[in-house]
């Protein structure tokens, strides 16, 4: 299996992924505590370093494109410093195009702040507008969409719950993408589980799928239980559930509905961080789909893909290096 799968690995910079959803700027401030604040029972953090990276849908772009995919994204800033600064980190891979993004002046662009002190998150403090947008906005969006769909080959819709998927644009953009035979992936977010219908995958982690599901998993019984009453309410042609240190599990829905599950195993020997791991996984997923892999093989792949990003502390973009050389390793 591996052989094939290095096969699959070495046509990815043949894809072509459009990534939809709420962006934001991610920054990180690294410093040491040494003393308790006399003024407040809080940590005095020296700060030695800061960093900026895309977040949210941004990052998803990060891992399509450290995989070497040619990858478009359709989001919103705002008309400030930090959306200037969140348009020149996704273009700078040279891999990502970010001419696509809306600029709005009545709107704040988002970014999270977090304050990490000897590996450990002190403090996030977020600034960002939530709320819908208006429909001219919607219209606009779903026009960029349709004026680059045929020079792509699939898209990732990644909700963060900021307000950009909403049920209207979600419905129009989803019917829009399958008269075009796309394949979509959609890394959702619980409050949302109403209104999604009818994308190709749907990537929830173990939380999200039983918040979706309202049950309680805890076995492999209530596992299943939860995918079926998914798999009815959202009808997606499959559904792969990422489970942390369980690996994950893909469930058939549809026309493919009925077979076996398939159950991976997770293949990371230590654990450092899974923020961003999802997104790892929904990338590397698309990706491999868009270059012919099937649903099996793309999702071996994105385990293996996972597995090395939550080796790494914070968000971590896998590159196709990385990737062969862990698989390479299963032919030795």
């Given at each position: 299996m591996s052989e094939n799968l290095l096969k699959i690995i070495k046509r990815f910079n043949q894809a072509r992924i459009l990534v939809v959803g709420d962006i934001m700027v991610d920054h990180f401030v690294y410093g040491t505590v040494n003393r308790i604040s006399p003024e407040a029972p809080v940590p005095v953090v020296n700060v030695k370093s800061e960093k900026l990276m895309p977040g949210g849908a941004a990052n998803v772009v990060s891992n399509v494109a450290k995989l070497g995919a040619k990858v478009f994204i359709a989001g919103i800033v705002g008309d400030d410093y930090n959306g200037d600064i969140l348009k020149k980190l996704i273009g700078k891979s040279g891999k990502a195009d970010p001419s696509y993004i809306l600029t709005l002046k009545n709107f704040q662009t988002i970014i999270k702040t977090r304050v990490i002190a000897h590996n450990q998150q002190i403090v996030r403090f977020d600034r960002e507008d939530?709320?819908?947008?208006n429909p001219a906005v919607y219209r606009r969006l779903l026009e960029v969409i349709k004026n680059i769909a045929d020079d792509i080959d699939a898209v990732i819709i990644s909700d963060y719950g900021k307000g950009l998927i909403e049920k209207n644009f979600f419905?129009?953009?989803?019917?829009?993408?399958?008269?075009?035979?796309k394949f979509i992936a959609l890394d959702p977010k619980v409050e949302n589980f109403k209104f999604y219908k009818n994308v190709s995958i749907l990537t929830p982690n173990i939380n999200e799928t039983s918040g979706g599901a309202n049950v309680k998993i805890k076995d492999e019984k209530t596992l299943e239980k939860a995918s079926r009453i998914i798999l009815k309410k959202v009808r997606p042609d499959y559904l792969l559930i990422t489970r942390g240190e369980d690996g994950m599990s893909l469930f058939s829905g549809g026309a493919n509905?009925?077979?076996?599950?398939?159950h991976l195993h997770a293949r990371a020997k230590e654990?450092?961080?899974?923020?961003?791991?999802?997104?790892?996984?929904?990338?590397?997923?698309a990706v491999a789909r868009s270059v012919g892999a099937s649903i099996s093989?793309?999702?071996?792949?994105a385990n293996?893909?996972?597995?090395?990003?939550?080796?790494?502390?914070?968000?971590?973009?896998?590159?196709?290096?990385?990737?062969?050389q862990l698989l390479s390793f299963d032919l030795k």
């Open positions: 939530n709320g819908k947008f419905s129009t953009l989803v019917s829009f993408l399958r008269e075009k035979n509905s009925g077979g076996k599950p398939l654990v450092y961080d899974v923020t961003g791991a999802g997104d790892t996984v929904i990338s590397t997923l093989d793309a999702c071996y792949i293996a893909a996972a597995s090395i990003a939550v080796s790494q502390l914070g968000t971590y973009a896998v590159g196709v290096d990385e990737l062969t």
